[in-house]
Structures are given as structure tokens and as C-alpha cells.
């Protein structure tokens, strides 16, 4: 079993910036793709980054050249550096974890494990 633990989210006003951690625990993710998803209010979980085995990063096409995604293997973290950010990127932002490391999948029915989740909310 993974145990995921998202941190960072908070209060930003547009144009600023964030980081989110994920802190994995249970057993080492380094082989895993692990990716950070969204929810907004009344909308689908969606995609925002991946990143597999080799560090290789995928982002969401409305987001991408805001965001890097990152992971320290060693220290079993995985970030979020998000700038420029707008209003409609308020969302809970879930860190997730897929045991197929090269796969980088964008849908949430792929991954295995789950985070709780940490609010980002952006005022205009």
C-alpha cells in the first residue's frame, strides 16, 4: 500500500505562484508514474501533470508552460511549481500514484493510489 500526503495548497492571487508537495510513504514510488489531477466544483477530477520512470513530465495543454512537475526519488516526493496562476485553476489538487511507470496516463481510472487532496483557490 502507497500512502499519499498532498501540502501547499492555500490562498494565491492571480498571477502568483505555488508549489505542492506529495509525500509518499509505504514503499518507494520511484517506478511509479505519479501525477497530480484537479477538481473544481461541479466538474470532473481532470489532468494537470505526470511524470514517469526517467523523470519524463507530461502536462494538461491548458496549463502547460505554468507548470513543471517534479519528484525527488530519494526523499519520496513529488511536486507542483505552478505560476501565473488564474482564477479558474481554484480546485482541490489530488497527487496520485500508478505502479505502471511508463504508462503517464491521463485519465484517474489508471492510477492506483489517492491523496486527499489540498485546496487551491485564486482570487481575481
Known amino acids: 500500500q502507497v500512502q499519499l500526503v498532498e501540502s501547499g495548497g492555500g490562498l494565491v492571487q492571480a498571477g502568483g505562484s505555488l508549489r505542492l508537495s506529495c509525500a509518499a510513504s509505504?514503499?518507494?514510488?520511484?517506478?511509479?508514474?505519479m501525477a497530480w489531477f484537479r477538481q473544481a466544483p461541479g466538474k470532473e477530477r481532470a489532468f494537470v501533470a505526470a511524470?514517469?520512470?526517467?523523470?519524463?513530465?507530461y502536462y494538461a495543454d491548458s496549463m502547460k508552460g505554468r507548470l513543471t512537475i517534479s519528484r525527488d526519488n530519494a526523499k519520496n516526493l513529488v511536486y507542483l511549481q505552478m505560476s501565473s496562476l488564474k482564477p479558474e485553476a481554484t480546485a482541490v489538487y489530488y497527487c496520485?500514484?500508478?505502479?505502471?511507470?511508463?504508462?503517464?496516463?491521463?485519465?484517474?481510472?489508471?492510477?492506483?493510489?489517492w491523496g486527499q487532496g489540498t485546496q487551491v483557490t485564486v482570487s481575481s
Open positions: 511524470t514517469g520512470t526517467g523523470s519524463r513530465t
Open positions: 496520485a500514484a500508478d505502479r505502471i511507470g511508463w504508462r503517464a496516463a491521463r485519465t484517474p481510472a489508471e492510477y492506483d493510489y
Open positions: 509505504g514503499r518507494t514510488v520511484s517506478t511509479y508514474t
